[in-house]
């Protein structure tokens, strides 16, 4: 098992940024796919961005593609999460997730993919 910790969540104003950290308590951290979910209110979670043990490959929800970029600093045990142009949609819990992959250099973007979850960080953007 691995521990996250996120955090740089915030309240922002709409058209604002934000960036998410995501901090892993593992030396294999580079042997892990990481994804970031969200929730809002009433609504379940859903998929935002993964990127790949290496970070050669991501993949975006459509809601979030061109707005956010995911990223990793393997060195630091860190991925990020920069948010930009954000909307009031984008106000939710957001979760980092991560699943050892070993040497599979690949995203996953379905929550039943990862079996480890951080306890999340709020997000809340105003008008």
């Known amino acids: 098992q691995v521990q996250l910790v996120e955090s740089g969540g915030g309240l922002v104003q709409a058209g604002g940024s934000l960036r998410l950290s995501c901090a892993a308590s593992?030396?294999?951290?580079?042997?892990?796919?990481i994804g970031w979910f969200r929730q809002a209110p009433g609504k379940e979670r859903e998929f935002a961005a993964a990127i790949s043990r290496s970070g050669s490959s991501t993949s975006y929800a459509d809601s979030v593609k061109g707005r956010f970029t995911i990223s990793r600093d393997n060195a630091k045990n860190t991925v990020y999460l920069q948010m930009n142009s954000l909307k009031l949609e984008d106000t939710a819990i957001y979760y980092c997730a991560a699943r050892s992959l070993g040497y599979i250099d690949a995203v996953r973007a379905q929550a039943a993919e990862y079996n480890n979850w951080g306890q999340g960080t709020q997000v809340t953007v105003s008008s």
């Open positions: 593992t030396r294999a951290f580079g042997s892990y796919a």
